[in-house]
């Protein structure tokens, strides 16, 4: 790692809003993003895509290992992703990919693998980190954590939105289901389960917009002299 290169480590389960405030605050500091659940949707899709069992711990270790992938800012679009030269920015974000990115996540080998790489992205000016385990394990030491949170209601909710789904619907039962199961996979599995580092912020975002929760975190990086 690069001792002298601040990391803005920023954790919460899935439909938070980590990944919009952690572009957002990229953007606005100008430093380096990390997209670490991306990461894991990869090695995921990678395995859907080549048939390899969800379970096979040494295979899919190797795939997070040698993942070719490269992120991309692209002005005013968000994150580019590529796979081995494949854009896949929109396929890792698929339902089936998100579940089985939660189901290798489980795994010691996987999470090794990814562990060196991950850090690899701490350069100067900065990074902003986005995932589950940033503060906890990935970058115990960055001079920022926050930990987002909100009801499973609410993040099922949103998740319907951006599908267009109403709450009605059976799909909406199973985007709640899965979001429910999902967190209790991630918060008990044995290495590096989901929870706040012991030094982070807690910011609830159940009832605040992206906006608000950026403003929060922006002053808590003035207040660092970040």
């Known amino acids: ?36 659940g991306a ?24 795939t997070a290992r040698h993942l070719p992938v490269r ?6 679009q968000g994150v580019r992703i590529d796979l081995d030269g494949d854009d896949v920015t929109r396929a890792i974000r698929e339902e089936s990919v998100g579940e089985a990115a939660s189901r290798v996540a489980t795994l010691p080998t996987v999470r090794a693998g990814l562990l060196d790489r991950q850090r690899d992205f701490q350069q100067a000016p900065g990074l902003v980190a986005d995932g589950r385990d940033m503060g906890t394990v990935v970058f115990p030491d960055a001079a920022l954590k926050v930990f987002l949170t909100a009801s499973a209601l609410v993040r099922a909710r949103r998740r319907a939105a951006q599908l267009s789904v109403s709450e009605d619907s059976a799909i909406f039962e199973r985007i709640y289901s899965d979001i429910i199961q999902r967190d209790e996979r991630d918060a008990t599995r044995a290495t590096a389960p989901l929870k706040p580092a012991d030094d982070a912020v807690i910011i609830d975002t159940s009832e605040l917009g992206i906006e608000q929760v950026f403003d929060r975190v922006m002053a808590l990086i003035a207040e660092r002299r970040l």
């Not at 803005?8 to 606005?28: E, F, Y």
């Not at 969800?54 to 899919?60: M, N, T």
């Open 1 to 36: 790692m690069t001792a002298q290169a601040p990391v803005i480590a920023i954790d919460g389960p899935s439909g938070v809003g980590k990944g919009t405030l952690a572009l957002s605050v990229s953007q606005a500091q100008q430093w380096h993003l990390l997209d670490s």
């Open 39 to 62: 990461l894991y949707r990869l090695v995921a899709l990678s395995a859907l895509r080549r048939g390899t069992a969800l379970d096979d711990a040494r295979v899919l270790g190797e």
């Open 71 to 76: 992120f991309e800012v692209v002005q005013d």
